[in-house]
């Protein structure tokens, strides 16, 4: 009980900071509120594991992890390139540019709404552990298997939000349109685009926790000796547990600048949406 109060007394003051915070509701106090969960959240661990003894290998503190981190740099690095930048970036651009071509000739050919859907529900329906070892063998065990594992992954959430994004027009805007003489291609291209870039970003920036998770998953099947998911899985087998959170902090901060990336572009191009008006 004595080791539970400084933990205690820690979590409520963190509360009641952030709860005074929260009431000013501007972007700054917003962050603020953020990072001192954030690092309410690594104290506390840190305390705990002390506190208790835990072991290393069932929870390594904050603290380890750190360690295992700055200590395995240029390891962590290479992991990283051929991981994120090789497998899960090529896969989710290829997947990404596939799916919304694909939109657009689904949108454009009824005979496409009736046939190609129903197959891209089956695909998105196959469990990524059964088909990543079969794509492995069929691309063999560099970055390129984990491309295309990614590709599988990403296709069909952005695909669906395009095809969404699509019909998102109503019949007064495309009559408009059609009034100025303008045919397919030039109203797709300046009404029926600009209209679908909302959902188009809102299938991107879900696939880009899936490309991460697809790639590193793909790794545990087949791999060569360097890459998250093949480090994640012989760190496990030698118990070395902070070399494994490395790994994962490495992913998530990956994944959040991935996705923070794509949410920037986001605004950037769709600045005249009500979901990019953010008060301060």
Do not use: C
């Not at 896969?91 to 689904?106: E, H, S, Y």
């Not at 959430?157 to 095809?163: E, K, Q, Y």
């Not at 009034?179 to 991107?204: D, E, H, M, V």
């Not at 760190?235 to 490395?246: E, R």
Request: aromatic share 12%.
């Amino acid at each position: 009980m004595t080791a539970a109060l400084p933990i205690i007394a820690v979590w409520l003051a963190a509360l009641g900071l952030n709860a005074w915070l929260a009431r000013f509701d501007t972007r700054t106090t917003r962050l603020l509120v953020a990072l001192i969960f954030g690092a309410t959240v690594l104290i506390l661990w840190e305390m705990i594991v002390r506190a208790y003894a835990v072991p290393m290998v069932i929870l390594p503190a904050p603290s380890q992890i750190a360690r295992a981190f700055a200590g395995n740099l240029p390891l962590l690095w290479g992991d990283f390139v051929q991981t994120i930048l090789k497998g899960a970036l090529s896969g989710w651009l290829i997947g990404a540019a596939a799916a919304v071509a694909t939109a657009i000739a689904i949108d454009r050919s009824p005979f496409l709404q009736r046939g190609l859907l129903p197959i891209g529900n089956f695909v998105a329906a196959l469990p990524i552990v059964g088909i990543a070892p079969i794509l492995v063998m069929w691309f063999g065990f560099d970055w390129q298997s984990k491309a295309a594992v990614v590709v599988v992954m990403v296709f069909f959430p952005i695909l669906v939000n395009a095809l969404a994004g699509l019909a998102a027009t109503d019949a007064l805007q495309r009559d408009l349109i059609a009034t100025w003489n303008a045919g397919y291609w030039q109203s797709l291209w300046k009404l029926r685009l600009p209209a679908a870039l909302p959902f188009i970003f809102n299938g991107l920036k879900i696939s880009t926790t899936l490309a991460l998770i697809g790639a590193i998953v793909a790794e545990f099947f087949g791999s060569p000796t360097r890459g998250m998911g093949f480090r994640i899985s012989t760190a496990v087998g030698q118990l070395d547990l902070p070399l494994v959170w490395a790994e994962i902090v490495v992913a998530a901060l990956a994944g959040s600048a991935f996705y923070g990336l794509v949410a920037l572009v986001e605004a950037r191009l769709t600045f005249w949406h009500p979901s990019q008006r953010i008060t301060t």
